[in-house]
């Protein structure tokens, strides 16, 4: 599998969990079926779309990329759908974690570039 498509693959995964983590939110602790039943399919996508991607990519590298940008796009979808505030911090830490996702992937060699 070439890079860019271990990457798409990669990216697959990280929506997939987003959008399982916001039909989580919405599954009202799993007493609403319709987002419960969404959250397991789309949990399950994603582990299999990450587990595609540790052909070429090691398992630490590949998991801090996919929880990484999750958390910053989970936080996201949190501000802008559910109206949840971010202070001054939490925007230094995900700031921070997109920064350490960019130096892993432009500067370590345990990624193939």
């Known amino acids: 599998m070439a890079n ?3 990457y ?3 990216l697959v995964a990280i929506v997939l969990e987003v959008m ?3 039909a989580l939110q919405m599954s009202q602790q799993f007493t609403r079926l319709g987002p419960s039943i969404v959250l397991v399919l789309c949990y399950a996508a994603s582990f299999y779309c990450l587990s595609v991607t540790l052909r070429v990519i090691p398992v630490g590298i590949a998991y801090a990329i996919w929880s990484g940008l999750g958390i910053v796009l989970i936080s996201t979808v949190g501000l802008v759908f559910f109206r949840q505030k971010l202070d ?3 925007i230094i830490g995900l ?3 997109i920064a350490g996702v960019i130096v892993v992937n432009l500067f370590s060699k345990s990624v193939s570039h």
Request: net charge neutral; proline share 0%; glycine share 14%.
């Open 20 to 22: 399982g983590t916001t």
């Open 88 to 90: 001054l911090a939490a």
């Open 8 to 10: 798409a693959v990669l």
């Open 95 to 97: 700031g921070l974690i």
């Open 4 to 6: 860019a498509s271990v």
